[in-house]
Nanobody, 120 residues
Framework: QVQLEESGGGLVQAGESLRLSCAAS????????IHWYRRAPRDSREWVGT????????????VKDRFQVAKNGTKGTLDLRAVELRMNRLKVEDTAVYYC?????????WGQGTQVTVSE
């Protein structure tokens, strides 16, 4: 079992930056990758980015020039206990609930989400 907790959301103005955290607990060693998703009001869930245990990242084209996914913590850490979504030059359309999701070999787990609101 894996538990995920997102944090770092809040209200910011357009153009500002925000850093979201995804903290994993439980069977951390079983996590192969962490994904970030978001869901805006009245929209479907949208994939934002992914990081693998080895540190390989992939970010959606729509935000690639502004968002990064990275491990937080000791450099070289080979697990995904702490992952960040670094968001720069935020836009009003980035307003959404942001979720992290952990994939293991057999299961996946979701966090509860953290709200990000970007005002003009």
């Amino acid at each position: 079992q894996v538990q995920l907790e997102e944090s770092g959301g809040g209200l910011v103005q357009a153009g500002e930056s925000l850093r979201l955290s995804c903290a994993a607990s439980g069977d951390i060693a079983s996590i192969d990758r962490i994904h970030w998703y978001r869901r805006a009001p009245r929209d479907s869930r949208e994939w934002v980015g992914t990081i693998t245990r080895g540190g390989t990242t992939n970010v959606a084209d729509s935000v690639k020039d502004r968002f990064q996914v990275a491990k937080n913590g000791t450099k070289g850490t080979l697990d995904l206990r702490a992952v960040e979504l670094r968001m720069n030059r935020l836009k009003v359309e980035d307003t959404a609930v942001y979720y992290c999701k952990a994939d293991t070999e057999w299961e996946f787990f979701w966090g509860q989400g953290t709200q990000v609101t970007v005002s003009e």
